[in-house]
């Protein structure tokens, strides 16, 4: 037994495909910048790659060939496993959210041009007119009313995230961290088993706000800063407030969410962009498992109480006070 585990492990050695060495790749999908680094064996950057690809694939509300475009032309549609797993995942962050997230937005959002480039501020009346539209507690059964349509775009990189991080542990690996334009998920620790460290951008400039010290967590970041148009001195950002189908103002300039699930991490950090700082709190006082970050317009920090001691101010915000949010 010893001698056949031996030679298998010399056999390892040799291809050197068993061994963690450490691996990184960049590439471009779900229009966003995709960084990996993991410990794992030679194929798990090709496979991590075609993994999240196959996802935009299923998942993209503009390419034609995807499921997500054939249930909005038809308002019924064959539904791979994962397309359905996350539609029902992200109505239920819908609810929790109390549609601060809410995934029939998408006529809004196109009509803003978010999807398409063609930015745009639509009228009121136009607003008002696909506001109608918006509304996911409609949905029932995964089936579409005539007009209603879908953007999974809120939830679909933290769901790439958490299943690229499943894969990552079928295969073994005990160290990675991926950041998928702004969905990070750390997995295990640093190989000499120190907490990954993840820096936060700072919502006013390039630099680093913080760096956040997590082991086995998603931090996913939303902000108004990560796509927006300017126009008559006015910055509209691509996060949308249902309720009022216009840029959300709620004082907010980023929001950070940390915990073990990517795609529930991604809804709420769209979804507490658009409550702002209060509502926010409060919804988060209901939630175990979950923490938080606030950037404000006015530049101030607030983190809640589980990153106490995990959160490392930067740069211009080194001296600045972190206000720290508690449950009770
Ligand atoms: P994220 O970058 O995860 O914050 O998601 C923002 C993207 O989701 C936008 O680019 C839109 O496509 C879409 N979106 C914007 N506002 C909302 C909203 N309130 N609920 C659901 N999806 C939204
Ligand atoms: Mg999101």
Same mark, same amino acid.
């Given at each position: ?5 031996s030679?298998?492990?010399a056999?390892?050695?040799?291809l ?41 694939q ?14 909005n032309?038809?308002g ?21 959210t109390?549609?601060?997230?809410d995934?029939?937005?998408y ?13 745009r ?8 007119a696909?506001?109608e ?13 005539e007009?209603?349509?879908?953007? %999974?775009?809120a ?6 995230a !958490? &299943? *690229?991080a @499943? $894969?990552? +542990? ?18 295990g ?21 913080a760096?956040?010290?997590?082991t086995?967590s ?11 148009f ?6 509209w ?30 809804? %709420? ?8 700082? !209060? &509502? *926010?709190? @409060? $919804?988060w +006082?209901?939630?175990?498992?979950v923490?938080a970050?606030?950037?404000?317009e ?10 106490e001691?995990?959160?490392q ?16």
């Amino acid at each position: 037994m010893r001698r056949a585990l031996s030679a298998c492990l010399a056999l390892c050695l040799v291809l050197g495909s068993c061994a963690a060495q450490k691996r990184e790749g960049t590439f471009f999908a779900m229009d966003t910048v995709m960084d990996l680094t993991v410990y794992g064996d030679e194929d798990i950057l090709t496979d991590t790659e075609a993994l999240i690809r196959d996802l935009e694939q299923r998942l993209s509300v503009t390419r034609p060939d995807s499921e997500i475009y054939a249930l909005n032309e038809t308002g019924k549609a064959a539904l791979s496993e994962d397309t359905e797993a996350l539609l029902r995942r992200a109505l239920e962050i819908c609810a929790l959210t109390d549609g601060a997230l809410d995934i029939t937005v998408y006529p809004v959002v196109r009509a803003w041009g978010f999807t398409t480039g063609a930015y745009r501020v639509p009228g009121a009346e136009e607003l008002a007119a696909l506001l109608e539209k918006v509304d996911y507690t409609k949905i029932s059964g995964l089936t579409l009313p005539e007009g209603v349509l879908v953007d %999974l775009g809120a939830v679909a990189k933290g769901y790439a995230a !958490d &299943r *690229a991080a @499943a $894969l990552w +542990r079928e295969r073994g690996v005990e160290s990675g961290l991926m950041n998928l334009g702004g969905n990070v998920y750390a997995l295990g620790t640093k190989p000499g088993g120190d907490p990954w460290r993840v820096g936060l951008r700072d919502p006013f400039s390039d630099a680093t706000l913080a760096a956040l010290e997590v082991t086995d967590s998603a931090v996913v970041t939303s902000g108004g800063y990560e796509r927006y148009f300017e126009e008559d001195g006015v910055r509209w950002h691509h996060i949308i407030d249902p309720a009022a189908g216009t840029p959300a103002r709620s004082g907010l300039a980023s929001v950070t969410v940390v915990g073990a699930e990517g795609t529930l991490c991604d809804g %709420l950090s769209t979804a507490f962009f658009v409550m702002g700082l !209060d &509502r *926010a709190s @409060a $919804l988060w +006082r209901t939630l175990e498992g979950v923490e938080a970050v606030f950037v404000t317009e006015e530049r101030e920090i607030f983190i809640t109480e589980g990153l106490e001691g995990h959160f490392q101010p930067m740069n211009d915000y080194k001296n600045a006070e972190i206000k720290v949010i508690r449950r009770g």
